[in-house]
Nanobody
Framework: VQLQASGGGLVQAGGFLRLSCAASLRPFRRLTMGWFRQAPGKEREFVAGISRSGGSTYYSDSVKGRFTISRDNAKNIVYLQMNSLKPEDTAVYYC???????????????WGQGTLVTVSS
């Protein structure tokens, strides 16, 4: 397994979760990382991305100010801290790795298996 996502679960609206994605890809520090999500019946969409060093982050408008992406290159892990969760955040969340910073699904070469986040109202 090259990317292993975890941390999903059921939470009430207004609550928080932290997703983790452990990577066995080498060298991890040379890969840009992203989080995407896919709700039932919808296309996969970009959520957040982070540069190789972690010095640059970018977010979709729908999560900006609520979610924070970070990475630990020593541990080969990327995180997604999700605060003030809303029912519309309900989806399967995927971590992805690529060679360029991008919001496009096709720009990422490696994908984790996904972790389900359910936000109840």
């Amino acid at each position: 397994v090259q990317l292993q996502a975890s941390g999903g679960g059921l939470v009430q609206a207004g609550g928080f979760l932290r997703l983790s994605c452990a990577a066995s890809l080498r060298p991890f520090r040379r890969l840009t990382m992203g989080w995407f999500r896919q709700a039932p019946g919808k296309e996969r969409e970009f959520v957040a991305g982070i540069s190789r060093s972690g010095g640059s982050t970018y977010y979709s408008d729908s999560v900006k100010g609520r979610f924070t992406i970070s990475r630990d290159n020593a541990k080969n892990i990327v995180y997604l801290q999700m605060n003030s969760l809303k029912p519309e955040d309900t989806a399967v969340y995927y971590c992805a790795a690529g060679r360029v910073s991008s919001v496009e699904v096709l720009s990422y070469d490696y994908w984790g298996q996904g972790t389900l986040v359910t936000v109840s109202s």
